[in-house]
């Protein structure tokens, strides 16, 4: 509860910075403020507390969850000195818009009711379609951010309608009293349960209701589809289980089936069609979609430790993307596109670069050594317990897909040349960053228990 | 009275329809209207008679004005070009409506599998609820019921909806700011 009110209040004082221009001071008051939200985050560990007439609940998934966003949230701010300014000259904006996303994605992550869930949802969603079109003068970036909040509003509507259905069904929007109600069997809480699955899918991009994602990660910026891809869809995913986890867990038997469905559908979907992209973006946008692909699979096996398995692959997921997306902003800067050709000869001109970008593309295929390995595994290893081995075969395969695609720009740095490419330079923040992704990509990846025994 | 709610949710249903099928954005603005006060009508039915005058000054009064203003902002070139492309096609449904129309169907056949598949006067918890005396006879002050409960059991999303608007204002104040400047 402290760190939401830390990082609410952060984000107005980071409005005030901007508007008495103290423009140097913006970032380090934001890491400083977000270290204090995570420290505080971290105080609540344990202690299980109730905050407001049940409204939230700080248990330890919340923290762990909590203080993953804001972790990441610090190292997308560490690669965004000199990235605001050159969009525009108002750059308080940016920082006070993401925190107030972040904000959102604490809520998301703590709810136990489902108003808050509501309101959680719709502060990330809200400061993100701003976040989307925030190049104003570029008409991608309009696109995306008209479509992002026409696809988020219809979202919303169906989030509401089930929201209201399950009201009718229970008389509670308490989730520990919506999970005794013992109302499972009624076709009202049956619709309220697909209608609310409908809404949270269109949020984390799961099939059939992904078509906005590529469109949007294309036209936003690319720390802002960085920030869409790690904090956004690891809050959505942390919401989706925790509803599905401490409200809908009885009720398993009916939507177990749907949320298979859901999953082999998004496996496909992304997977596929990943293969046929040239530009870099658009295939990190697919590349998500199929990972929300194998996070469904963990939905599947509510109460078998899938909310470690959850928390262990948005890890790894989060570290990897950040890296990932974080280098395809360099490469575009300074070769002007992000066409898969751009990466030729990168690993002879930026060693450094070349490595960082396999290393990341390696763990979210999902190749042994690093985090992204252990991410699949325990995924499928709950799974695996459920006794969903059919759906864990077809997982494997699109992990193998998956290798494929992942494969083709590592292919590009290392196998072909580019002979008029120059080395590109790196900030010191970006050196940071990356070098510390790459260390935590390798300490998770061949110490899985560091993070798969927190929850 | 049961007519007067019949009454009602026909005019609403038609009104609804008509911005549904119409090509006429200013007329379908007009009908839009009719429904958000035929809906306030349904509330006043469902004893929430603090929801209805919000629905009135909220969507009929501001949402509806809104939209009017922004139809009356908008070049009307670009208005002519949308009719004289919508126009060349048959009248009323047209392969381009087809998911929509799907969906639309889709979500009709839940709605109407929850309506008769749900008994509804045998819910445990309105057993419940009249069993403890907590329900609404219709002379109690709903206004006052709604302050009570903003202030005490949800006080929480109540404040946190004020993140919720001033990060919405910002960001509009962002999008809306002059482009000479930037």
Redesign the interface.
């Known amino acids: 509860m402290t760190s939401l009110i830390i990082v609410s209040v952060l984000a107005v004082a980071v409005l005030y910075l901007g508007l008495f221009k103290y423009k140097t001071a913006l970032l380090p008051v934001s890491v400083t403020g977000l270290l204090a939200a995570a420290a505080m985050a971290a105080m609540d560990w344990d202690l299980e507390k109730m905050y407001f007439s049940e409204m939230m609940l700080f248990d330890n998934y919340a923290v762990a969850f909590s203080i993953l966003l804001i972790l990441t949230t610090l190292l997308i701010f560490g690669l965004s000195r000199n990235y605001f300014e050159k969009i525009s000259n108002n750059v308080a904006e940016y920082y006070a818009l993401m925190l107030f996303a972040l904000a959102g994605g604490v809520v998301m992550v703590s709810f136990h009711n489902l108003a808050m869930l509501f309101i959680g949802i719709e502060i990330l969603s809200i400061s993100l379609y701003v976040l989307a079109g925030i190049r104003r003068k570029d008409p991608a970036s309009n696109e995306a951010s008209l479509k992002y909040f026409l696809m988020g509003a219809f979202a919303t509507g169906f989030l509401l309608f089930g929201t209201a259905l399950i009201y009718g069904a229970t008389g509670s929007f308490n989730l520990a009293a919506i999970a005794s109600s013992g109302a499972f069997e009624s076709a009202l809480f049956r619709a309220g349960v697909l209608l609310m699955m409908v809404g949270l899918s269109f949020k984390v991009s799961v099939a059939p209701f992904h078509t906005w994602t590529p469109d949007v990660y294309e036209g936003s910026p690319g720390l802002i589809a960085m920030f869409m891809a790690t904090v956004v869809k690891t809050a959505g995913f942390a919401a989706f289980l925790r509803l599905f986890l401490m409200a809908f867990a009885e009720a398993s038997a009916f939507w177990a089936i749907t949320v298979a469905i859901l999953c082999i559908l998004t496996l496909f979907a992304g997977n596929i069609t990943a293969v046929f992209q040239d530009r870099f973006k658009r295939l990190l946008a697919w590349s998500s979609v199929s990972h929300a692909g194998y996070l469904l699979l963990a939905i599947l096996a509510v109460g078998f430790s899938a909310s470690s398995a959850v928390l262990v692959y948005t890890i790894a997921y989060s570290l990897a993307s950040v890296a990932a997306f974080g280098i395809m902003i360099l490469v575009s800067r300074a070769r002007g596109n992000d066409h898969l050709d751009s990466f030729n000869g990168l690993a002879r001109t930026n060693p450094f670069l070349a490595f960082t970008l396999t290393l990341a593309v390696c763990s979210l295929a999902g190749i042994p050594l690093t985090a992204g390995f252990f991410g699949k595994f325990y995924v499928f290893k709950v799974a695996l317990a459920q006794g969903y081995t059919w759906l864990v075969v077809l997982a494997v395969i699109n992990a193998m897909i998956g290798i494929y695609y992942y494969f083709k720009v590592i292919i590009a740095m290392y196998m072909k040349e580019n002979a008029n490419a120059v080395a590109i330079q790196l900030n010191p923040g970006f050196r940071l960053v990356l070098s510390i992704v790459v260390f935590l990509i390798f300490l998770f990846g061949i110490f899985p228990g560091l993070i798969a025994n927190i929850l | 009275m049961t007519a007067i709610f019949y009454i009602l949710a026909g005019i609403m249903l038609a009104a609804a329809c008509y911005v549904a099928v119409s090509r006429d954005i200013a007329r379908a603005v007009f009908c839009f209207f009719g429904v958000l006060f035929a809906m306030a009508g349904l509330y006043i039915f469902a004893l929430a008679d603090f929801v209805a005058v919000t629905q009135i000054l909220v969507y009929a009064g501001g949402v509806v004005v809104l939209m009017i203003f922004a139809l009356m902002l908008t070049d009307k070139q670009l208005l002519e070009n949308i009719r004289r492309g919508e126009s060349s096609g048959p009248r009323l449904f047209r392969a381009r409506a087809l998911p929509s129309i799907l969906l639309a169907l889709a979500v009709f056949a839940?709605?109407l599998?929850?309506i008769t598949?749900?008994d509804w006067g045998n819910?445990?918890?309105?057993h419940?609820?009249v069993a403890a005396g907590n329900r609404i006879t219709g002379h109690e002050n709903m206004v006052e019921n709604v302050g009570v409960n903003l202030m005490?059991?949800?006080?929480?999303?109540f404040e946190?909806?004020s993140?919720?608007l001033?990060?919405?204002l910002?960001?509009?104040a962002?999008?809306a700011?002059g482009?000479t400047?930037?």
């Open positions: 839940v709605l599998q929850v598949a749900v819910m445990a918890w309105r419940e609820a005490t059991r949800y006080l929480l999303p946190v909806i993140v919720f001033l990060a919405a910002i960001g509009a962002y999008l700011r482009r400047n930037n």
